[in-house]
Nanobody, 120 residues
Framework: QVQLVESGGGLVQAGGSLRLSCAASGRTSESDGMAWFRQAPGKEREFVAAITRLWSGGRTDYTDSVKGRFTISRDNAKKTVYLQMNSLKPEDTAVYYC???????????WGQGTQVTVSS
């Protein structure tokens, strides 16, 4: 079983930046990917960004609304995946979650997430 812990959220003004972290522990495989999702109040959880191979190779994907502003990356030594968020907008306000991807689907337990609030 994999364990995921998100951190790094906070309150930031529009145009600011935050870096979220997702620390992974437990059993993962070479074919696993990792993705960030977010859920705004009253809305469904949505995909934000993914890296298709957790620890080597693969490609990155982003939802259109964050392309050019967000960057997903990994640190193999720290078993951590990051989401660098720049030029934040109020509509980025949400709870952000990470999850393991298997066959393109989120497959791990959902954690508590980390709250990101962008003020206008």
């Amino acid at each position: 079983q994999v364990q995921l812990v998100e951190s790094g959220g906070g309150l930031v003004q529009a145009g600011g930046s935050l870096r979220l972290s997702c620390a992974a522990s437990g059993r993962t495989s070479e074919s696993d990917g990792m993705a960030w999702f977010r859920q705004a109040p009253g809305k469904e959880r949505e995909f934000v960004a993914a890296i298709t191979r957790l620890w080597s190779g693969g490609r990155t994907d982003y939802t259109d609304s964050v392309k050019g502003r967000f960057t997903i990356s990994r640190d193999n030594a720290k078993k951590t995946v990051y989401l660098q968020m720049n030029s934040l907008k109020p509509e980025d306000t949400a709870v952000y979650y990470c999850n393991i991807l298997r066959s393109g689907e989120p497959s791990g337990p959902w954690g508590q997430g980390t709250q990101v609030t962008v003020s206008s």
